[in-house]
């Protein structure tokens, strides 16, 4: 696609529930990374796909969170047991590489909201 | 510890006016430095990025500068519009991938009539 695509936009969940976050890169970036912005805050490292290369999962908060992508597509980021402190902006990259000297794409993100 | 470092934390100014926004950073190593530009309920877009051997960088009317020798780095806008009106990011990278990138918590710029 044009750009980096995440849905849902929006995501209001209750305490406890399961929720999967969609992310569709840009076609032909082999690097895809997910970020959590909290409200007032910077963007924190979750999670780092590289072609099909075990991923850097160097920033997941907890077991609760996981995600998943095949190949050089989709991604999904999971988030088991919402608590009300995952309630953030979920935004996703991708780029060319991997290697931090290239800029990257970010997606608009998900909102989401734990009540 | 890594840390990024932005002030002011907001900042209103009339349209037409310049301003500058500032970043200090203790990342070590250095590998580049970057600013991106977020406007409300968007991902952000990268404005400008610089190696420790660039000294300034322009888009339009942004204007980044960096010293690597004191770890600063200063985002100038230009006869201010108000699409400008976004928080601006600086955001550093240690090299290598994705999990050494230090972020700041932003500038949150209003540009206004």
């Known amino acids: 696609g044009a750009g980096v695509s995440q849905s849902p936009s929006n995501k209001v969940t209750e305490k406890g529930k399961d929720v999967e976050l969609r992310c569709d890169p840009i076609?032909?970036?082999?690097?895809l990374y997910w970020y959590r912005q909290r409200l007032g805050q910077g963007l924190e490292f979750l999670i780092y796909?590289?072609?099909?290369?075990?991923?850097?999962k160097s920033g997941l908060p907890s077991d609760r969170f996981s995600a998943e992508r095949t190949g050089e597509s989709v991604s999904t980021l999971t988030i088991q047991r919402t608590q009300q402190e995952d309630s953030a902006v979920y935004l996703c990259?991708?780029?060319?590489?991997?290697?931090?000297?290239?800029?990257?794409?970010f997606g608009s993100g998900t909102r989401l909201t734990v009540v | 510890k890594n840390q990024v470092e932005q002030s002011p934390q907001s900042l209103i100014i009339l349209e037409g006016k310049n301003c500058t926004l500032q970043c200090n950073y203790t990342v070590s190593p250095f590998s580049n430095l970057r600013w991106y530009k977020q406007d409300t309920g968007r991902g952000p877009v990268s404005l400008t990025i610089m190696t420790f051997s660039e000294n300034t960088k322009s888009n339009g009317r942004y204007t980044a500068t960096l010293d690597a020798d004191t770890k600063q780095s200063s985002l100038h806008i230009t006869a201010s519009q108000l699409s400008d009106s976004a928080s601006y990011i600086c955001v550093v990278s240690g090299g290598g991938t994705a999990s050494k990138l230090t972020f700041g918590t932003g500038t949150r710029l209003q540009v206004t009539l």
């Open positions: 796909f590289q072609g099909n290369s075990a991923p850097d």
């Open positions: 076609s032909g970036h082999t690097a």
């Open positions: 990259a991708s780029s060319t590489t991997g290697q931090g000297n290239y800029g990257y794409t």
